[in-house]
């Protein structure tokens, strides 16, 4: 079995081989020769912690696996990040475990690839100004992903505390952009893509306050009641995701969905877009959502090149098991 401890983690992968991954499988899925198996995602009884499974596999690829971790509130007090993960990928024709691979920067590299993806198919080609919503471990990662692959030329930002946004002008002046923090009204009247990445369980931005023509993705929300835009914003966009199933449970579409606004059918896989069965955007006015919920076969894409990666390098480490 080869063993990636999380340290080893970015000197084998960038954005670039993310967005790769991360745009195949959700093509994959489109074809039907990948799927996400049930999540598991409970409360432990246990230093506040949230612990869950989540698998798929990519029959394409052959890549099989599991992401095993959640959220510890008080890890903070520790120097440890509150969000823990691993991966484990296994032989789909033995079953037996091939590798174990940290999985945190993955996690907030993978999810920021999502976002720069539904940016490149669904944004308006001409999108120049990025508007930031959040600011916290997560933001840096979308926000660089966004740029890296966007033509943006301006940044502005807004988060509830406001003294973390300095996160984000550090970011925009390491990518040579200029940043401003700004009231969220100003913000949708600016941004011409929108990033929301916050833990909020109310809505942060209302369907007035975005102008046509808007991409927004809706980053943050991954579990039943959190929200980060208003349903009235939803229902008025055209909606995009990673998995529909996952959109209408634990997805910023769970509001909509439940208010009986929201149907599936009104809900597209990026994926469709990706491999040509829809068209994405159809005009310039329309506001898109990408809908990211976070899905299994992400992490197990983001995994297996990093385990191909250290093996062609010779630096993978191998245990009997
Ligand atoms: P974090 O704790 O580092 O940052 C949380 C952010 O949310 C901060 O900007 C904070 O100010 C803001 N916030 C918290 N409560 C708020 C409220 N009530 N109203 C407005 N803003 C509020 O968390 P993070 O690691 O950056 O993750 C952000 C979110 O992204 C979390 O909800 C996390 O579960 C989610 N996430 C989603 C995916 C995915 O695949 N979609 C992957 C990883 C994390």
């Not at 229902?235 to 149907?263: K, M, P, W, Y």
Request: charge should be negative; proline fraction near 2%.
């Amino acid at each position: 079995m080869i063993i990636i401890p999380e340290g080893a983690v970015s000197s084998l992968i960038g954005f670039r081989r993310c967005v790769d991954a991360v745009e195949q499988v959700f093509a994959s899925m489109a074809k039907g020769t990948a799927k996400n198996l049930p999540v598991v995602r409970e409360e432990i009884g246990h230093a506040d912690a949230i612990f869950g499974v989540k698998s798929g596999f990519d029959r394409a690829a052959k890549v099989l696996g599991l992401k095993a971790g959640g959220f510890w509130p008080a890890n903070i007090e520790q120097g440890l990040t509150n969000h823990q993960s691993s991966v484990f990928l296994f032989d789909p024709d033995t079953g037996k475990c091939r590798a174990m691979v940290g999985g945190n920067l993955l996690t907030a590299m993978r999810t920021a690839a999502a976002s720069a993806i539904s940016i490149k198919y669904l944004a308006r080609k001409d999108a120049k100004v990025l508007g930031m919503i959040g600011a916290g471990h997560q933001s840096t990662y979308q926000m660089r992903a966004a740029i890296e692959f966007g033509q943006f030329e301006r940044v502005v930002g807004w988060n509830i505390q406001a003294e973390q946004l300095s996160r984000l002008a550090i970011v925009a002046s390491d990518m040579g952009l200029p940043f401003e923090a700004v009231e969220r009204d100003t913000l949708g009247a600016q941004a011409d893509v929108i990033i929301t990445i916050t833990s909020s369980f109310e809505p942060l931005l209302n369907a007035a306050q975005v102008r046509p023509g808007t991409h927004i993705s809706c980053m943050g929300t991954d579990t039943r009641g959190k929200q980060e835009v208003d349903a009235d914003l939803v229902v008025t966009a055209s909606v995009f995701t990673d998995e529909i199933e996952q959109a209408v449970t634990i997805g910023e579409c769970q509001h909509a969905f439940n208010q009986g606004r929201l149907d599936r059918s009104r809900i597209t896989a990026l994926g469709a877009v990706i491999v040509g069965d829809h068209q994405g955007r159809s005009t310039a006015d329309e506001i898109t959502l990408f809908d990211g919920t976070g899905i299994a076969l992400q992490d197990l894409a983001v995994a297996s090149v990093v385990v191909e990666e250290a093996i062609r390098r010779g630096v993978a480490v191998e245990v009997d098991f």
